[in-house]
Each structure stands twice: as C-alpha cells, then as structure tokens.
C-alpha cells in the first residue's frame, strides 16, 4: 500500500512542478508577445495548464501524502520531512503566486514582467531541487549519521521506503 501511494505521490509531484515551470516559461513568453490573439492563446493555455495538470497534480501529492502520514505516523517525527513540509508550504505559496498574477495579467489588471516570471521560475526549481535532496539524502536524520560513522548503509532509518520495503 505504502509502495503504491509513494508512485501516486511522485506522480503528482511530477504534474504540479513540471507544469508550474512550464506555466513560468509560458507567462514570460506571454509578457513580451505584441499580437492580442496570441496573448489570448497564451493566457488561455496558462489557465487549463494550471487548472488541468498543475492543481491537480498537488491535490493529489497532498492527498497522497497525508495518506502516507497516516500510514507511517513516526515519520513525522523526522527532521527532513519537518523541513520538506515547510519547503511543500513555500510551493503552495509560489503556486498561489503565479496563479493569481496570471489571472489579474490575463485580465489586464497588473503588469507582470518577463523577470518576474523568471524569478518565479527559479524560486519553484531551487525549491524542488531542496525537497529533493531532503528526500533523498535526509541530512537531519540521527538515524543517518549514526550509520554514516559506523559505515553502514543509511537503509536502517524509519522512511515511507524503508516501511514499504519490509512490507
């Protein structure tokens, strides 16, 4: 169970960032674009982009993941996932971001620029990119540093991974 909602959960990981990156490259090609068809064009496949793949795509990380929480409760407990909580919170925040800025540009409310864009894009990658390294390296974990000085292999530590590969 743990194996297949950790696949779930990478998959809307997976279709929230990469369309969140994709949507900030789209609205920085849409800040500079002179023709009013192709504005409307862009401003709509920002829209479905984000209403039909990005939002969707964190629903169901969240929902997954609070389902792993209730599977493996102690995890909680670790200080990578704490931090990787804060960082998904940081996610939300940009995705809200870039929606709300889209829609008000959309609807020619503000002036979004091609920087703005581009800073949005860099701050959902380097956020990622730490969320990954989290996950994958858990560098707060006793558990860890206390296999790391005997030499031992870092498997030993309590994750979503280790409880679905005793199951």
Same mark, same amino acid.
């Given at each position: 169970? /743990? %194996?297949?909602? +950790?696949?779930?959960?990478?998959?809307?990981?997976?279709?929230?960032?990469?369309?969140?990156?994709?949507? !900030?490259?789209?609205? %920085? /090609?849409?800040?500079?674009?002179?023709? #009013?068809?192709?504005?409307? !064009? +862009?401003?709509?496949?920002?829209?479905?982009?984000?209403?039909?793949?990005?939002? #969707?795509?964190?629903?169901?990380?969240?929902?997954?993941?609070?389902?792993?929480? *209730?599977?493996? #409760?102690? $995890?909680?407990?670790?200080?990578?996932?704490?931090?990787?909580?804060?960082?998904?919170?940081?996610?939300?925040?940009?995705?809200?971001?870039?929606?709300?800025? %889209?829609?008000?540009?959309?609807?020619?409310? @503000?002036?979004?620029?091609?920087?703005? $864009?581009? *800073?949005l894009h860099g701050a /959902?990658?380097?956020?990622?990119?730490?969320?990954? /390294?989290?996950?994958?390296?858990? #560098?707060?974990?006793? @558990?860890?540093?206390?296999?790391?000085?005997?030499?031992?292999?870092?498997?030993?530590?309590?994750? *979503?991974?280790?409880?679905?590969?005793?199951?």
């Amino acid at each position: 169970m /743990i %194996a297949w909602t +950790l696949v779930f959960h990478l998959v809307g990981m997976v279709f929230w960032v990469g369309t969140l990156l994709v949507v !900030t490259q789209i609205l %920085a /090609i849409h800040t500079e674009e002179p023709s #009013p068809e192709t504005r409307d !064009t +862009l401003g709509r496949l920002e829209s479905r982009l984000l209403r039909g793949l990005a939002h #969707p795509g964190a629903a169901l990380m969240v929902v997954t993941g609070l389902l792993l929480l *209730y599977l493996a #409760p102690n $995890c909680l407990r670790q200080h990578w996932l704490q931090a990787k909580l804060v960082l998904v919170a940081t996610l939300v925040v940009l995705d809200l971001r870039l929606t709300f800025r %889209a829609k008000a540009f959309q609807k020619g409310h @503000v002036e979004v620029s091609r920087r703005e $864009c581009m *800073y949005l894009h860099g701050a /959902i990658s380097f956020v990622f990119l730490v969320v990954l /390294i989290l996950v994958l390296i858990r #560098p707060f974990s006793t @558990v860890h540093r206390l296999a790391e000085s005997r030499g031992k292999s870092r498997s030993t530590g309590t994750s *979503y991974v280790s409880v679905a590969e005793s199951r």
